[in-house]
């Protein structure tokens, strides 16, 4: 059985972690849980918005308000990570996969991923 996207981006964040390719890695992280979210949309016959901060409210509405604003956190560091000049450092990525766990195992209780 394949991995699903979501998961395959993961990976990779974690590998580019080893190394120190936490630009990289925050770019993996946020896109997989984006992947993540939209699997359990899709499976719920949810429309899915192309912009970051409507999925955000989708997560809301659904009532995981907390994981709505750690979602958002990921795609601003996401946003650090590929257009600012300054660089994502060991720390931040450390909170990220935290944030990134905490996402996930929410949507798990949907039973949908």
Request: net charge negative.
């Given at each position: 059985?394949?991995?699903s996207k979501w998961e395959v981006l993961y990976k990779e964040a974690l590998k580019d972690i080893e190394?120190?390719?936490?630009?990289k890695a925050a770019s993996a992280?946020?896109?997989?849980i984006r992947k993540a979210v939209e699997e359990v949309l899709i499976r719920m016959k949810l429309n899915i918005p192309r912009r970051?901060?409507?999925l955000a409210n989708v997560?809301?509405?659904?009532?995981?308000?907390?994981?709505?604003?750690l979602f958002m956190e990921l795609y601003n560091l996401r946003k650090k990570a590929d257009y600012s000049d300054e660089n994502i450092d060991r720390n931040e990525i450390t909170k990220a996969i935290e944030k990134y766990e905490r996402i996930y195992q929410q949507l798990t209780k949907l039973?949908?991923?």
């Open positions: 059985m394949s991995l190394v120190g390719n936490y630009n992280i946020y896109f997989s970051d901060d409507k997560l809301k509405h659904l009532g995981f308000d907390e994981e709505a604003e039973n949908r991923i």
